[in-house]
């Protein structure tokens, strides 16, 4: 069945850097569009970044343009988020996501804080 699971989450000062990384299994990684997604408390899921298959296309919510990049490695079945110039506003919990079958899948989440 399908898997993600998020890793990479933690505290750092406000501008600073952190990579997250999710492994992925149980679908066809490489051919399947994907998504990073954020959840700050008291606020609604949004999508943060979203990289097409083919790996041609990415696509980023607009406060994170030019600071966060997706990427992903099919020989390791891992999907990527390089986080720069971190804000206090970037706190959040981390999600990937996947929707295949007409399914969404997500995984439990890693915990970005960003301190000022």
């Known amino acids: 069945q399908v898997q993600l699971v998020e890793s990479g989450g933690g505290l750092v000062q406000a501008g600073g850097s952190l990579r997250l990384s999710c492994a992925a299994s149980?679908?066809?990684?490489?051919?399947?569009?994907m998504d990073w997604y954020r959840q700050a408390p008291g606020e609604e899921r949004e999508v943060v970044a979203t990289?097409?298959?083919?790996?041609?296309?990415?696509r980023y919510k607009d406060s994170v343009a030019g600071r966060f990049t997706i990427s992903r490695d099919s020989t390791k079945n891992t999907l990527y988020l390089d986080m720069n110039s971190l804000q206090p506003e970037d706190t959040a919990v981390y999600y990937c996501?996947?929707?295949?079958?007409?399914?969404?899948?997500w995984g439990p989440g890693t915990q970005v804080t960003v301190s000022s």
């Open positions: 996501h996947v929707r295949y079958k007409f399914q969404d899948y």
């Open positions: 990289i097409h298959s083919g790996d041609v296309f990415t």
């Open positions: 149980g679908f066809d990684f490489s051919s399947k569009s």
